[in-house]
């Protein structure tokens, strides 16, 4: 066994322990590492010097270290200035980017130390360059990741987003919470997020809970009312998220407020008019049904109406009979109003609307309203300077403001004041977007308050229903509202309900305003039979009604003709006969419709008078809720006594023109 060579002296060891370090700096190959002379020569070169810079030992021994840096650097003069602070100071350290042999460049981390000798000469510099491109690219990343971050949240205006940290103090504030809040970032940041909360909230330790929750739960949820730094209050909704670092620690929370206000009031506002068109296409439905029964029981009231008359000539001076027939035609009369009332809920009531003041016309009207509620209720009428006319039909007008009087009486309960008020009005495109009734624009409103019992917001909801009540059985049909709701939407207008319990109640009528010139009313005619010598046609497809017509008629002296349906009265006026008056129900069966015969007969006979008759009228002569011009009408149940001045007034008008 061979003994290793022992080192003779000290100086060979120095030299073995060089060689070794040599050895080891040259196997170093993720590190350039080589040595300068102190005017910067390049004087040693390892492994890693040559495949981070590309140059081989042989072509960089004797050259300055500089020719690694770019012309910036050299024209700043960053070489000496390297070896300077190395010389001065013992070490630089810095970074920067260095050039490699092809000309490429990496971002370099650089270390120059100053060696000396034993006596404290500088004898040259240690360098070591480190590429860290990667690592520059990689933070580079990361800053412009959160730069572009930070210009993320500050650019966000609809969401207030900040940072708290684990006792809830504010740490940051981006652009959205200023906004929302009213708080400049220097003006909250370093406070308690409390500040936000209401007092209320504050007293019963809402903000630590929140916090805790959060901490808890991993996230708080909420929607709260806020409030801004001016003191108004918004409904916000609020996500809170505890935030931990890289290790797990927990280092505070991530805060998001929204302002919901808007959304919430935007949600109700939609429920409100789902619900109101929910209610108008339900009562859109029960009008249809109701217009469809009226019309029925209006043909049967009238054939009772018509046999009643003829019945009361036949019996003479018979006291008891008489008596007897005037009930049951008082009874007709109630049925007829009834029938009324379901049409003019159903819409499908032949308005004749003109241009009327209502200042005029409640004062006109007072005295029957006073009479009609009796002393025992103040009656007040209030009306504004330059009130503009109203397009409505006077004579429904009179029947629902008196519906709602009488309803206000019994709300009453026979002791209060009503007050009738009428002013100018204008529904706005924001009411209109919360009603989806009404079309905005100018209207002439016409309020009937009173100091009865009030309404429950239940009972409102129901009100113009039809056939609904909070009266006993046997003292109100239900229909009074019904009617006013079904008028003033058939006018194209707009009604509303203000009533709270114990409180009254307030029903304003907006009516559409018209530039007309006011229409003036003119007094009733009296009532008296005319009969006449003419020669009436009478179409009407109901037998028992045309049979009484017929009779009522001859009564009153006419010649008359009939038919079942259009078509048969057009065979009897291509004829040639002499007809004075088409007398025809507006419902016709067969393929011709009652218009399309008024149209023919007078093209046959241009002198001939044409009035319409009907238990309800449909689209034939009824056209945006009005009677067409020129038209005439008769609404079933008529009286013996209508029917003759209506014939007359027809007649009249046809002699005149």
Known sequence: ??????????????????????????????????????????????????????????EIIGQNFSRFYGADDLERGMPAHALHLAETTGKFEGEGWRFRKDGTRFWASVFIDAVRDQDGQLIGYA?????????????????????????????????????????????????GAARIKGYAGEEVIGTHFSRFYTEQDRAEGKPAFALASALSNGRYEQEAVRVRKDGSQFMAHVVIDPIYDDTGTFIGFAKITRDITEKLEAAATLKKTEIALQQSR????????????????????????????????????????????????DGVGRGAKLANQLLSFGRRQPLEPKAVNLGRFLSNFQDMVSRTLGESIETEVITSAGLWNAMVDIVQLENAVLNLAINARDAMHGTGKLTIEAGNAFLDENYARKHSDVNPGQYVMLAVTDTGTGMSPEVVAQAFEPFF???????????????????????????????????????????????????????????????????????????????????????????????????????????????DLLFSDVVMPGPMR??????????????????????????????????????????KPYTRETLSRKIRHVLAKRSSS
């Open 282 to 329: 339900k009562l859109e439905t029960i009008g249809k049904l109701t217009g469809g029964v009226a019309h029925d029981f209006n043909n049967l009231l009238q054939v009772i109406s018509g046999n009643l008359h003829l019945l009361g000539k036949e019996i003479g001076d018979n006291p008891r009979a008489q008596k007897r027939i005037a009930r049951a035609l």
């Open 127 to 175: 360098k070591i360059t480190r590429d860290i491109t990667e690592r520059k690219q990689a933070a580079e990343a990361l800053r412009a990741s959160e730069r572009q971050f930070r210009l993320l949240v500050q650019g966000v205006t609809d969401y207030a987003i900040y940072m708290l940290d684990a006792g809830g103090i504010v740490t940051n504030w981006n652009a």
């Open 594 to 635: 009652s218009t399309e015969l008024a149209r023919m007969a007078r093209e046959r006979i241009p002198d001939i008078a044409v009035l319409f008759t009907s238990g309800y009228t449909q689209n034939a002569i009824v056209h945006g809720n009005r009677l067409d011009a020129g038209v005439e009408l008769l609404s």
């Open 469 to 579: 009540s909070t009266k006993p059985e046997g003292k109100g049909t239900g229909l009074g509202l019904s009617m006013v709701y079904g008028f003033i939407k058939q006018s194209g207008g707009h009604i509303g309900i203000y009533s709270e319990i114990g409180h009254g109640t307030t029903i304003r009528l907006y009516l559409p305003r018209t530039t007309d010139t006011e229409h003036i009313v003119t007094p009733p005619e009296e009532q008296f039979v005319i009969g006449g010598s003419e020669t009436i046609l009478v179409v009407e497809d109901d037998e028992q009604v045309r049979s009484i017509v017929v009779d009522m008629l001859r009564e009153l002296g006419y010649q008359i003709l009939k038919a079942a349906d259009a078509q048969s009265a057009f065979a009897i006026i291509e004829s040639g006969v002499r007809i």
């Open 1 to 58: 066994m061979s003994v290793p060579a022992q080192p003779s002296s000290a100086n060979d060891l120095s030299l073995i322990e060089l060689h070794r370090f040599r050895l080891l700096i040259n196997a170093i190959s993720d590190y350039a590492i080589y040595m300068l002379s102190p005017d910067g020569t390049i004087v040693s070169w390892n492994e890693g010097a040559r495949r981070l810079k590309g140059y081989e030992t042989q």
